[in-house]
């Protein structure tokens, strides 16, 4: 029987969620789309000193934005809760008895020191089959013994008991069978007393089989933990369910070599995270793709293209187009350069084909910060439905748009320069009057009026034209004219020509 596709997303709330996070969390997004399947948010937590406040609200804030949704989770709730790691202890603890019962995990009580003392004393120490049976554990000891120290309140750790000399084989659906020899795996540590928690490995994977995971998505930095995942796995007997591993591509440097770092976005001005986070520590502000401007669903198209190609040469994918699309066999086994000009680009595109009123809603804090508070909200729309293909992010709409808010003060210099002459105030009253005549102001009907009494009067058109826009915006940018005055109040425009004539020299 096919078997339903469930899969999780699962952080650890150390800090915000950065983009690498963030694509994973998109690609188990449209997978689980694509295929009718479950998609859960798993929180884990478990280790409490890596704990940042405000982390995961941050989290599924972010997400939210990027119009990631979960089926089950912590919000969400869901059958297979708790989904928050930190409440599921005693879960984990049961399922380290059992592998303490069944001889596949072992007690072990060496101390930092004596574990140091071991790696002074033995060359390339690993704790594994070859030293195991060198350290106080409870292979070494007597059942007494160790029942008597832990009676006694001393700490101990439970590892995990590797058999040496067994080709561990990882199936990935990007990388294909990945072969590697136990030899080189150490007894991790599963579980520690001194917390009563279990490690990220056995909390991960007890967790994905009883939520019933059918394919773990994930950051290519995990693929050295998968061996270790496909032992645990059989060692508590469900290799039959052993999920699908797909280790997705690193993101790497847009220049250079490397993973991609926070660094490299404060250097080149790009930022990492989606929402801008505050670090509750340090008070250090890191600035996030919402807040400089980006439309999420061209962060999401950007992202979805890092690591994976939908076949032909299409750009352009919505969240539908990209569930429609996706495939692991067109993931790249080699990181993807995080080229964030193209993600620029995107959200240039996007803006373009955005609808104004939409865009107007979310120019509004922009305008805010600009003193412009409650404008009409149609005025607003209309005017950035005229400069939005200028614009590469939200931002951009003010610095295209201004005028239309705010009247100038200032004239751009090589501007007047060049257009502005002697004769030119007098040709602008004389504008004034046919503007005031005209009763239709729509921009076909008031560009042909004043059009013929240029002409008709023999006046230089590219001059008058760009006398008139100067005075409007306070340079020679902007729009069609003619939009621009069907838009903008009658009496406001001529205001702004008679400024004009009484401030430029
Ligand atoms: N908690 C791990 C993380 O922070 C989860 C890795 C996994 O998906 O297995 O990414």
Not at 447 to 466: F, Q, S
Request: hydrophobic share 40%; with cysteine.
């Amino acid at each position: 029987m096919e078997r339903r596709v469930r899969v999780r997303f699962a952080p650890s709330p150390t800090g915000p969620l950065h983009i690498g996070g963030v694509r994973t969390a998109l690609y188990n997004y449209i997978f689980a789309r694509q295929n009718g399947g479950d998609m859960i948010l798993r929180i884990e937590d478990t280790d409490s000193r890596r704990f940042v406040p405000g982390a995961e609200e941050y989290i599924n804030d972010a997400l939210h934005w990027l119009g990631i949704s979960f089926d089950e989770g912590v919000r969400e709730g869901g059958k297979y809760g708790p989904y928050k790691q930190s409440e599921r202890r005693e879960i984990y603890k049961e399922h380290v008895d059992m592998l303490l019962k069944a001889g596949k995990a072992y007690i072990a009580f060496d101390t930092p020191e004596e574990l140091e003392e071991a790696r002074q004393r033995i060359p390339n120490f690993q704790y594994d089959s070859h030293t195991r049976g060198t350290m106080r554990n409870s292979l070494t000891m007597s059942a007494e013994e160790v029942e008597r120290r832990i009676a006694n309140g001393e700490q101990y750790v439970v590892r995990f008991k590797i058999d040496p000399d067994r080709d561990v084989k990882v199936n990935d659906l990007i990388r294909g069978e990945v072969t590697i020899n136990s030899n080189i795996l150490d007894d991790k540590v599963l579980y520690k007393s001194a917390d009563e928690l279990p490690t990220y490995h056995l909390a991960n994977i007890v967790d994905d089989h009883l939520m019933e995971v059918s394919h773990v998505i994930r950051g290519e930095e995990w693929l050295p933990s998968a061996p270790l995942h496909v032992l645990l796995y059989e060692a508590f007997g469900w290799t039959d369910t052993m999920p699908q591993f797909v280790h997705l591509p690193l993101l790497l440097k847009p220049v250079g070599n490397g993973k991609l770092s926070k660094r490299d976005g404060d250097k080149l001005g790009f930022p990492v995270f989606l929402l801008e986070w505050k670090d509750p520590a340090t008070g250090e502000i890191s600035s996030g793709y919402r807040e400089k401007g980006y439309l999420p669903e061209a962060v999401v198209n950007f992202l979805a293209l890092l690591g994976w190609n939908p076949g032909d040469d299409s750009e352009m994918m919505s969240m539908e187009d990209l569930i429609q699309k996706f495939s692991f066999a067109h993931c790249s086994k080699s990181g993807a350069k995080f080229d964030y000009k193209k993600g620029i680009w995107f959200n240039h595109e996007y803006l373009g084909q955005k609808d104004n009123r939409e865009l107007a809603e979310l120019f509004l804090p922009v305008l805010k910060e600009h003193g412009i508070e409650n404008p009409d909200m149609d005025y607003v729309a209309k005017a950035v439905g005229m400069v939005k293909g200028r614009a590469d992010l939200i931002p951009d709409l003010w610095t295209q748009a201004d005028f239309f808010f705010v009247a100038p003060t200032t004239y751009a210099e090589k501007d007047v320069k060049k257009r502005w002459s002697a004769e030119t105030p007098a040709i602008m009253e004389e504008l004034i009057g046919v503007l005031e005549g005209i009763d239709d102001m729509t921009s076909a009907n008031a560009e042909k009026i004043v059009l013929d009494w240029i002409a008709g009067k023999g006046y230089h058109l590219g001059n008058v034209m760009n006398a008139f826009r100067l005075a409007v915006v306070g340079a020679c940018r902007g729009p069609h004219m003619f939009d621009i005055t069907e838009l903008m109040p009658k009496n406001e425009v001529i205001a702004r020509i008679r400024r004009a004539v009484a401030t430029i020299k």
